[in-house]
């Protein structure tokens, strides 16, 4: 197999990148810690300067740069191959990866269909499935050019299985192909682990905030709460939100591990109401809800969030901005 040494530049140690390999992807794969969010060259968190060697750009016109950036010579780790032995300058996170992302071919076994216009998609690999409550991973689906990355709503086991909360989205090739024409039996390629807003475990109390397949990774985050010594020291409160009651679903998760937390609370929040607010549902805004319900006891919480960028966004401006919950306190991985 060809392999390119990548060196970063001050460091006394480099990292092989294989042909067709991200500079990303082979840090990661390394136990190297790059910064990064969404791996999929729209977020920009991922700049790096190329300091000396050759790569292949996989996505030239990706959102994550801006013209400033290009004229800096700024470039995304996420999108680069290297093509030669490279020396790069980029931030790392200061510690090491937890589950080093690795392909693997996986088929799929089930879907479940939850809404009008999502499903729960289940593969399985022939290795573990090693992650973190609320990470993710990178499906490579027949005929889409480019991976598309997919929260995983269930817990890592040695069964190899992969659990994925997916919404169709109107003219999307990748949901295109995983809603139309994948078949149970039918194998791709996914890649995986990925992200930072994975549960921590000194969490205690915790608020989930999702919007559409969101839900998915938010599952997963309070299933991992469960699992934690001392859940019943534990609480989690979820958010979750949708344009009307049609898009909104509860998976049976939620109440197989409400016995084991000292508290869940569930909110479901529309923003369009369709017809008349039954009890229990909120409409407005999702984080005008977390605002609402919460009102100044968002001290002592950790947040966690995923879902459309104007939700994630909102979010952030509502718990850093307006209210000072510290920045260290809210986890999302950002998807544009």
């Given at each position: 197999?060809?392999?390119?040494?990548?060196?970063?530049?001050?460091?006394?140690?480099?990292?092989?990148?294989?042909?067709?390999?991200?500079?990303?992807?082979?840090?990661?794969?390394?136990?190297?810690?790059?910064?990064?969010?969404?791996?999929?060259?729209?977020?920009?968190?991922?700049?790096?300067?190329?300091?000396?060697?050759?790569?292949?750009?996989?996505?030239?016109?990706?959102?994550?740069?801006?013209?400033?950036?290009?004229?800096?010579g700024r470039?995304?780790?996420?999108?680069?191959?290297?093509?030669?032995?490279?020396?790069v300058r980029?931030?790392?996170?200061?510690?090491?990866?937890?589950?080093?992302?690795?392909?693997?071919?996986?088929?799929?076994?089930?879907?479940?269909?939850?809404?009008?216009?999502?499903?729960?998609?289940?593969?399985?690999?022939?290795?573990?499935?090693?992650?973190?409550?609320?990470?993710?991973?990178?499906?490579?689906?027949?005929?889409?050019?480019?991976?598309?990355?997919?929260?995983?709503?269930?817990?890592?086991?040695?069964?190899?299985?992969?659990r994925f909360?997916?919404?169709?989205?109107?003219?999307?090739?990748?949901?295109?192909?995983?809603?139309?024409?994948?078949?149970?039996?039918?194998?791709?390629?996914?890649?995986?682990?990925?992200?930072?807003?994975?549960?921590?475990?000194?969490?205690?109390?915790?608020?989930?905030?999702?919007?559409?397949?969101?839900?998915?990774?938010?599952?997963?985050?309070?299933?991992?709460?469960?699992?934690?010594?001392?859940?019943?020291?534990?609480?989690?409160?979820?958010?979750?939100?949708?344009?009307?009651?049609?898009?909104?679903?509860?998976?049976?998760?939620?109440?197989?591990?409400?016995?084991?937390?000292?508290?869940?609370?569930?909110?479901?929040?529309?923003?369009?109401?369709?017809?008349?607010?039954?009890?229990?549902?909120?409409?407005?805004?999702?984080?005008?809800?977390?605002?609402?319900?919460?009102?100044?006891?968002?001290?002592?919480?950790?947040?966690?969030?995923?879902?459309?960028?104007?939700?994630?966004?909102?979010?952030?401006?509502?718990?850093?901005?307006?209210?000072?919950?510290?920045?260290?306190?809210?986890?999302?991985?950002?998807?544009?």
């Open positions: 197999m060809v392999e390119h040494l990548v060196s970063r530049d001050g460091a006394d140690e480099g990292y092989p990148c294989a042909a067709g390999a991200t500079v990303l992807g082979a840090a990661l794969r390394a136990g190297l810690g790059l910064a990064y969010e969404c791996n999929s060259g729209s977020c920009g968190s991922c700049r790096y300067q190329l300091v000396s060697g050759e790569v292949r750009n996989r996505r030239p016109g990706a959102p994550g740069l801006t013209a400033r950036d290009r004229r800096r470039r995304l780790a996420c999108q680069d191959e290297p093509v030669s032995a490279c020396t980029a931030a790392t996170t200061g510690g090491p990866v937890g589950h080093r992302p690795g392909r693997h071919r996986a088929e799929l076994q089930v879907v479940h269909q939850l809404t009008h216009d999502m499903a729960e998609f289940v593969f399985l690999t022939d290795h573990p499935a090693r992650f973190r409550p609320g990470q993710y991973a990178m499906l490579e689906l027949p005929g889409v050019t480019g991976e598309r990355a997919y929260s995983m709503c269930n817990l890592a086991n040695p069964c190899g299985e992969w909360v997916i919404k169709r989205v109107p003219g999307g090739a990748a949901t295109e192909v995983l809603f139309d024409k994948l078949n149970p039996g039918d194998r791709i390629a996914l890649d995986g682990p990925f992200g930072h807003a994975f549960l921590r475990e000194d969490d205690h109390r915790i608020v989930c905030v999702a919007g559409g397949s969101g839900l998915g990774a938010m599952l997963g985050v309070v299933s991992g709460l469960a699992a934690l010594p001392r859940p019943l020291s534990r609480s989690a409160h979820v958010f979750y939100g949708g344009r009307t009651g049609r898009d909104l679903c509860r998976l049976p998760v939620l109440d197989r591990v409400a016995d084991r937390l000292g508290e869940l609370r569930f909110t479901p929040v529309v923003s369009e109401p369709d017809a008349p607010v039954p009890p229990g549902l909120r409409t407005g805004y999702v984080h005008d809800a977390v605002a609402a319900e919460l009102g100044n006891d968002l001290g002592g919480r950790t947040f966690y969030a995923a879902g459309p960028p104007v939700m994630t966004e909102a979010l952030a401006r509502l718990l850093v901005l307006d209210s000072g919950v510290p920045a260290d306190r809210l986890h999302y991985d950002r998807f544009l």
